[in-house]
């Protein structure tokens, strides 16, 4: 499936409307073909990661060392994902935000696609032009990164960061 779901100085990289319409037609492709989501290269090369359809990507060195995330000027930023940067910094781990090659890809040691509903979501298998290319579904690195801002966002773990503001003492009906 060759799409493209955003462009160089388009709109990609600001939350509207129209950046949802462009998935809809390669989304339900690749479901049709057996794929939970799609994943998009940059327009121009067709060499560098851009997004998920519905989310960042977000990857783990072999080594462990390393958080790398895909770095553009027409994806759309997530919240979740510079969280994420965040607790990896803080557990010691070197962040990388950077144009990052499908190619490259395949040295990963842990891949999840990240976003505001999902938190991460473990990527277990990416395929291009048929050739399918297995990660790691064992990602205690990722794991250990979502259940810290899960933590986060239920008052279990503390928020050293001040991302939550209580907003109401009165409880909902």
């Not at 290269?41 to 060392?65: H, M, V, W």
């Not at 990052?100 to 040691?109: A, N, P």
């Not at 298998?125 to 966002?153: A, P, W």
Request: glycine share 8%; with cysteine; net charge negative.
């Amino acid at each position: 499936i060759d799409y493209d779901r955003a462009a160089p100085r388009g709109v990609g990289d600001v939350k509207c409307a129209g950046n949802y319409a462009a998935d809809v037609k390669p989304a339900k492709e690749a479901q049709d073909a057996g794929f939970e989501i799609a994943l998009y290269l940059d327009p121009k090369e067709r060499k560098y990661i851009e997004e998920f359809s519905t989310s960042n990507l977000i990857a783990i060195s072999k080594d462990k060392s390393t958080l790398i995330t895909p770095k553009s000027d027409s994806i759309l930023p997530s919240i979740t994902n510079v969280m994420l940067q965040q607790i990896a910094k803080d557990k010691g781990l070197k962040v990388e935000r950077r144009p990052l090659s499908l190619d490259e890809l395949k040295e990963m040691g842990e891949v999840g696609a990240c976003g505001t509903a999902v938190v991460i979501s473990i990527i277990g298998s990416v395929t291009h032009k048929g050739e399918r290319q297995q990660f790691n579904t064992d990602c205690d690195v990722l794991m250990d990164l979502y259940e810290e801002l899960r933590g986060i966002q239920t008052g279990v773990r503390p928020d050293n960061h001040g991302w939550l503001h209580h907003i109401c003492d009165k409880p909902l009906p």
